[in-house]
């Protein structure tokens, strides 16, 4: 488990560090104060297992938009919604496109799709479905967290933590730590693949396919 103190006696061992400050009271200071933005960076680089949660709440029949708040109010954005027995994936529209279904009284014949309607006083997303959910029914949401703390982060982070902590102290580090947030990446991709070719979203080509039906150019 990576904790302020390891984290700050790994820093003050490197020679980058030293060379920066060698007073290991100076990286007590700093560690602490630099650390919540070097996570911030990391976990919004890329999608890894421990930023991402899924919590369910229910629908309730005739209500068609619900505030989303993730398993422990930790909710930092949506990643993707199922609903129903089958824990179907329902497309996401944008606010606009769905307005446009919505104006036109287009009516899906079930729950297929969901937009964001807005934003709590709290903070937290609210969620419209359409259709609007006829019973009771599972929604499942899966999502990014927020405000991850230092212990939730692997121990393997320890050293890309540690180069993010000299890049915010001095800029000249800022390359040595994106190099080492991109070999973390890489190690955490689907196959552990150097790369992976570009495609076409494909919730946006249905949800395009669905709209092209609608409005009966498909």
């Known amino acids: 488990m990576i904790t302020v103190e390891n984290l700050t006696k790994l820093i003050a061992t490197l020679p980058e560090a030293r060379a920066i ?32 949660n899924e919590y369910s709440t229910t629908s309730v029949s005739g209500q ?29 529209m944008r606010a606009l ?20 309607s807005g934003v709590t006083a709290n903070g937290f997303p609210k969620v419209t479905l359409m259709d609007t959910p006829s019973s009771a029914v599972t929604i499942k949401v899966y999502y990014r967290k927020k405000n991850l703390e230092l212990t939730m982060f692997p121990d393997d982070f320890g050293y890309v933590v540690a180069r993010g902590v000299l890049a915010w102290v001095s800029e000249s580090h800022r390359l040595m ?13 689907v196959g552990g693949k150097d790369y992976m070719m570009a495609q076409l979203d494909p919730h946006v080509v249905h949800t395009n396919r669905k709209i092209s039906d609608l409005y009966g150019a498909g």
């Open 64 to 92: 068609a938009e619900y505030e989303i708040t993730g398993d422990d109010y930790d909710l930092r954005d949506i990643a993707g919604i199922r609903y129903g027995t089958d824990s179907t994936i329902i497309q996401r």
């Open 97 to 116: 496109d769905a307005h446009d279904l919505l104006e036109g009284g287009s009516n899906l014949g079930a729950v297929q799709a969901w937009y964001q």
């Open 177 to 189: 730590f994106e190099k080492a947030l991109k070999q973390m990446i890489k190690r955490h991709k």
């Open 21 to 52: 400050n060698p007073n290991e009271d100076y990286w007590k200071q700093m560690v602490p104060t630099v650390v919540s933005s070097v996570l911030d960076e990391i976990t919004s680089a890329y999608d890894f297992d421990f930023t991402l």
